[in-house]
Protein backbone atom coordinates (compact mmCIF):
# COMPACT_ATOMS: atom_id res chain seq x y z
CA UNK A 1 0.00 0.00 0.00
CA UNK A 2 2.69 2.48 0.74
CA UNK A 3 4.55 1.43 -1.56
CA UNK A 4 3.58 3.88 -4.49
CA UNK A 5 3.64 7.35 -3.31
CA UNK A 6 2.68 11.05 -4.79
CA UNK A 7 3.95 14.12 -4.60
CA UNK A 8 2.98 16.94 -3.88
CA UNK A 9 -0.91 16.24 -1.92
CA UNK A 10 -1.41 19.81 -3.32
CA UNK A 11 -0.39 21.54 -6.45
CA UNK A 12 -1.07 25.27 -7.33
CA UNK A 13 -1.06 26.35 -11.36
CA UNK A 14 -0.36 29.88 -11.93
CA UNK A 15 -2.19 30.19 -15.73
CA UNK A 16 0.70 29.41 -18.62
CA UNK A 17 2.62 27.52 -16.41
CA UNK A 18 3.67 23.86 -16.70
CA UNK A 19 3.68 21.39 -13.73
CA UNK A 20 5.31 18.11 -12.85
CA UNK A 21 2.71 15.48 -10.68
CA UNK A 22 5.35 13.10 -8.86
CA UNK A 23 4.79 9.51 -8.66
CA UNK A 24 7.41 6.64 -7.18
CA UNK A 25 6.91 3.08 -6.21
CA UNK A 26 9.29 0.65 -4.86
CA UNK A 27 6.83 -2.23 -5.62
CA UNK A 28 9.36 -3.46 -8.66
CA UNK A 29 6.12 -2.97 -10.80
CA UNK A 30 6.70 -3.44 -14.50
CA UNK A 31 3.63 -1.36 -15.70
CA UNK A 32 2.45 2.60 -14.35
CA UNK A 33 -0.50 4.88 -15.53
CA UNK A 34 -1.79 8.18 -14.67
CA UNK A 35 -5.63 8.66 -14.40
CA UNK A 36 -7.35 11.70 -13.86
CA UNK A 37 -10.91 11.89 -11.28
CA UNK A 38 -13.21 14.41 -11.82
CA UNK A 39 -16.70 14.85 -10.07
CA UNK A 40 -19.55 12.53 -11.67
CA UNK A 41 -16.92 11.25 -14.61
CA UNK A 42 -14.30 8.22 -12.61
CA UNK A 43 -10.98 8.16 -13.46
CA UNK A 44 -9.72 8.40 -17.16
CA UNK A 45 -6.79 7.24 -17.55
CA UNK A 46 -4.10 9.65 -19.24
CA UNK A 47 -0.75 7.85 -20.50
CA UNK A 48 0.84 4.27 -19.14
CA UNK A 49 3.81 2.80 -19.14
CA UNK A 50 4.69 -0.53 -19.92
CA UNK A 51 8.14 -0.55 -19.71
CA UNK A 52 11.01 1.73 -19.16
CA UNK A 53 11.63 4.08 -21.85
CA UNK A 54 7.94 3.50 -23.47
CA UNK A 55 4.63 4.98 -22.81
CA UNK A 56 1.47 5.12 -24.62
CA UNK A 57 -1.03 7.72 -24.47
CA UNK A 58 -4.36 6.88 -22.78
CA UNK A 59 -7.87 8.59 -23.26
CA UNK A 60 -7.49 11.87 -22.57
CA UNK A 61 -3.38 12.61 -22.98
CA UNK A 62 -4.17 15.91 -24.89
CA UNK A 63 -2.12 18.33 -22.85
CA UNK A 64 -0.27 16.16 -20.63
CA UNK A 65 3.58 14.74 -21.00
CA UNK A 66 5.46 11.86 -19.83
CA UNK A 67 8.45 10.08 -18.98
CA UNK A 68 9.91 6.86 -17.49
CA UNK A 69 13.49 6.74 -17.48
CA UNK A 70 13.51 4.58 -14.72
CA UNK A 71 11.38 1.41 -13.87
CA UNK A 72 10.51 2.96 -10.26
CA UNK A 73 9.43 6.59 -11.82
CA UNK A 74 7.01 8.29 -13.75
CA UNK A 75 6.51 11.53 -13.60
CA UNK A 76 3.27 13.66 -15.24
CA UNK A 77 3.84 16.92 -16.62
CA UNK A 78 0.83 19.33 -17.00
CA UNK A 79 1.17 21.57 -19.96
CA UNK A 80 0.01 24.77 -20.29
CA UNK A 81 -2.34 23.64 -23.26
CA UNK A 82 -4.21 21.13 -21.01
CA UNK A 83 -7.02 23.99 -20.42
CA UNK A 84 -9.09 22.71 -17.60
CA UNK A 85 -6.14 20.74 -15.57
CA UNK A 86 -8.12 21.24 -12.24
CA UNK A 87 -8.62 17.51 -10.97
CA UNK A 88 -7.31 15.23 -8.73
CA UNK A 89 -4.78 12.71 -10.22
CA UNK A 90 -4.39 9.39 -9.37
CA UNK A 91 -0.83 7.67 -9.96
CA UNK A 92 -1.13 3.42 -10.23
CA UNK A 93 1.18 0.91 -11.13
CA UNK A 94 0.82 -3.26 -11.98
CA UNK A 95 3.62 -6.08 -11.82
CA UNK A 96 4.21 -7.93 -14.97
CA UNK A 97 2.03 -5.45 -17.38
CA UNK A 98 -1.43 -4.27 -17.64
CA UNK A 99 -3.09 -8.22 -17.19
CA UNK A 100 -2.34 -7.65 -13.28
CA UNK A 101 -4.36 -5.91 -10.45
CA UNK A 102 -3.52 -2.24 -10.63
CA UNK A 103 -2.88 -0.49 -6.85
CA UNK A 104 -3.17 3.22 -6.89
CA UNK A 105 -1.22 5.82 -5.24
CA UNK A 106 -2.71 8.75 -2.77
CA UNK A 107 -3.32 11.47 -5.06
CA UNK A 108 -2.12 14.83 -5.93
CA UNK A 109 -4.88 17.69 -6.10
CA UNK A 110 -4.10 20.16 -8.86
CA UNK A 111 -5.36 23.37 -8.95
CA UNK A 112 -5.87 26.58 -10.44
CA UNK A 113 -4.88 29.94 -9.34
CA UNK B 1 -18.32 0.11 -27.26
CA UNK B 2 -16.81 -1.01 -23.61
CA UNK B 3 -18.04 0.51 -20.89
CA UNK B 4 -19.40 0.80 -17.28
CA UNK B 5 -22.59 2.56 -16.16
CA UNK B 6 -23.09 3.52 -12.21
CA UNK B 7 -26.48 4.49 -12.64
CA UNK B 8 -26.72 6.05 -8.95
CA UNK B 9 -24.28 8.77 -8.04
CA UNK B 10 -25.56 8.77 -4.34
CA UNK B 11 -26.93 5.84 -2.23
CA UNK B 12 -27.85 6.48 1.51
CA UNK B 13 -28.57 3.65 3.36
CA UNK B 14 -29.30 2.97 7.35
CA UNK B 15 -26.93 0.93 9.08
CA UNK B 16 -28.00 -2.66 9.26
CA UNK B 17 -29.90 -2.61 6.36
CA UNK B 18 -28.75 -3.75 3.11
CA UNK B 19 -27.47 -2.15 0.10
CA UNK B 20 -26.73 -2.81 -3.52
CA UNK B 21 -24.98 -0.35 -5.76
CA UNK B 22 -26.07 -0.91 -9.45
CA UNK B 23 -22.90 -1.17 -12.24
CA UNK B 24 -23.91 -2.31 -15.71
CA UNK B 25 -21.17 -2.88 -18.31
CA UNK B 26 -21.30 -2.86 -22.54
CA UNK B 27 -18.66 -5.60 -23.88
CA UNK B 28 -18.99 -8.21 -26.36
CA UNK B 29 -17.30 -11.48 -24.83
CA UNK B 30 -15.91 -12.67 -21.46
CA UNK B 31 -15.90 -9.36 -19.11
CA UNK B 32 -13.31 -8.92 -16.50
CA UNK B 33 -14.95 -6.92 -13.78
CA UNK B 34 -14.03 -5.13 -10.37
CA UNK B 35 -14.90 -3.18 -7.94
CA UNK B 36 -12.64 -0.56 -6.05
CA UNK B 37 -13.84 1.76 -3.12
CA UNK B 38 -11.98 4.88 -1.71
CA UNK B 39 -12.65 5.83 1.76
CA UNK B 40 -12.48 9.24 2.92
CA UNK B 41 -8.71 10.37 3.13
CA UNK B 42 -7.49 6.86 2.00
CA UNK B 43 -6.64 5.74 -1.60
CA UNK B 44 -8.69 3.95 -4.08
CA UNK B 45 -8.32 0.15 -3.65
CA UNK B 46 -9.36 -2.97 -5.45
CA UNK B 47 -12.57 -4.67 -2.71
CA UNK B 48 -12.94 -7.21 -5.33
CA UNK B 49 -12.95 -9.07 -8.66
CA UNK B 50 -15.45 -10.91 -10.27
CA UNK B 51 -13.15 -13.50 -11.14
CA UNK B 52 -11.97 -14.45 -7.34
CA UNK B 53 -15.78 -15.10 -6.72
CA UNK B 54 -15.05 -14.15 -3.07
CA UNK B 55 -16.59 -11.99 -0.28
CA UNK B 56 -14.50 -9.15 0.69
CA UNK B 57 -15.72 -7.30 3.99
CA UNK B 58 -18.90 -8.88 3.48
CA UNK B 59 -19.18 -7.26 0.10
CA UNK B 60 -20.24 -9.73 -3.17
CA UNK B 61 -20.74 -9.10 -6.48
CA UNK B 62 -22.37 -11.51 -9.11
CA UNK B 63 -21.69 -11.47 -12.84
CA UNK B 64 -24.78 -11.53 -14.81
CA UNK B 65 -24.17 -11.97 -18.30
CA UNK B 66 -27.72 -12.35 -19.23
CA UNK B 67 -28.19 -8.62 -17.47
CA UNK B 68 -25.20 -7.20 -18.01
CA UNK B 69 -24.66 -6.61 -14.93
CA UNK B 70 -22.27 -7.02 -11.70
CA UNK B 71 -23.98 -5.25 -8.83
CA UNK B 72 -22.09 -5.26 -5.34
CA UNK B 73 -24.30 -6.27 -2.42
CA UNK B 74 -23.88 -6.43 1.14
CA UNK B 75 -26.85 -7.59 3.22
CA UNK B 76 -25.96 -5.68 6.53
CA UNK B 77 -24.29 -2.34 5.80
CA UNK B 78 -21.76 -0.49 8.51
CA UNK B 79 -20.79 2.86 8.78
CA UNK B 80 -17.19 1.75 8.02
CA UNK B 81 -18.63 0.96 4.66
CA UNK B 82 -19.19 4.66 3.96
CA UNK B 83 -16.82 5.27 0.65
CA UNK B 84 -16.74 6.36 -3.26
CA UNK B 85 -17.04 2.41 -4.89
CA UNK B 86 -16.45 2.57 -8.41
CA UNK B 87 -17.41 -0.38 -10.89
CA UNK B 88 -14.27 -0.82 -13.92
CA UNK B 89 -14.29 -3.31 -17.16
CA UNK B 90 -11.19 -4.37 -17.89
CA UNK B 91 -10.95 -3.82 -21.68
CA UNK B 92 -9.71 -6.13 -24.69
CA UNK B 93 -6.53 -4.06 -24.59
CA UNK B 94 -5.96 -4.16 -20.64
CA UNK B 95 -6.78 -0.83 -20.10
CA UNK B 96 -9.75 -0.36 -16.87
CA UNK B 97 -12.56 1.52 -17.90
CA UNK B 98 -14.54 2.84 -14.49
CA UNK B 99 -17.94 3.81 -14.11
CA UNK B 100 -18.81 7.28 -12.86
CA UNK B 101 -18.80 6.29 -9.07
CA UNK B 102 -21.03 5.92 -6.42
CA UNK B 103 -20.76 7.42 -3.14
CA UNK B 104 -22.50 5.72 -0.35
CA UNK B 105 -23.33 6.97 2.83
CA UNK B 106 -24.19 4.61 5.83
CA UNK B 107 -26.42 6.53 8.45
CA UNK B 108 -26.66 5.30 12.30
Known sequence: DGGITQSPKYLFRKEGQNVTLSCEQNLNHDAMYWYRQDPGQGLRLIYYSQIVNDFQKGDIAEGYSVSREKKESFPLTVTSAQKNPTAFYLCASSINGMKETQYFGPGTRLLVL | ?108
Open chain 2, 1 to 108: AQRVTQPEKLLSVFKGAPVELKCNYSYSGSPELFWYVQYSRQRLQLLLRHISRESIKGFTADLNKGETSFHLKKPFAQEEDSAMYYCALKKRDYKLSFGAGTTVTVRA
